[in-house]
């Protein structure tokens, strides 16, 4: 009986997510805030957006990433990705770090960044 419980949660819970094969990391391929899916970034990409907030926060002490609404979408990012040529070198439970080689901000959960 417990087989059987074990086979549908692995059936149920496995197309939800995308596992890595070369880190062994889950990636989400939607916010799971919203039902409606939503683009998915590589980890080099760099988006150039006059402001953004933070939505949300996926907590996975191996792979956290958070949701960023932007003017015109929102993305799914991850420790590595950059904004307007800020690193994001931090995500936490509460706030999310980004850099410079001059500039450290902290944006919090639900806190608006606009870029001057």
Same mark, same amino acid.
């Given at each position: 009986?417990?087989?059987?419980?074990? /086979?549908?949660?692995? %059936?149920?819970? /496995?197309?939800?997510?995308?596992?890595?094969? *070369?880190?062994?990391? !889950? +990636?989400?391929?939607? @916010? $799971?805030?919203? $039902?409606? $899916?939503? @683009?998915?970034? &590589?980890?080099?990409?760099?988006?150039? &957006?006059?402001?953004? #907030? !933070?939505?949300?926060?996926?907590? @996975? *002490? @191996?792979? $956290?990433?958070? !949701?960023?609404?932007?003017?015109?979408? =929102? #993305?799914? %990012?991850? %420790?590595?990705?950059? +904004?307007?040529?800020?690193?994001?070198?931090? +995500?936490?439970? =509460?706030?999310?770090? /980004?850099?410079?080689?001059?500039? #450290?901000?902290? %944006?919090? /959960?639900? &806190?608006? #960044? +606009?870029?001057?």
């Amino acid at each position: 009986m417990n087989q059987i419980i074990y /086979l549908i949660l692995i %059936v149920i819970i /496995l197309p939800c997510s995308n596992i890595n094969a *070369k880190n062994g990391k !889950v +990636i989400f391929p939607r @916010d $799971p805030f919203n $039902p409606n $899916p939503i @683009d998915t970034i &590589e980890t080099k990409q760099n988006f150039s &957006e006059t402001s953004f #907030k !933070v939505t949300g926060i996926i907590w @996975d *002490k @191996d792979n $956290p990433s958070a !949701v960023i609404q932007f003017p015109r979408f =929102k #993305k799914i %990012v991850y %420790v590595g990705n950059s +904004i307007n040529n800020y690193k994001i070198n931090t +995500i936490t439970k =509460k706030y999310i770090e /980004l850099t410079t080689s001059s500039n #450290k901000i902290m %944006v919090k /959960l639900g &806190e608006e #960044k +606009i870029f001057e």
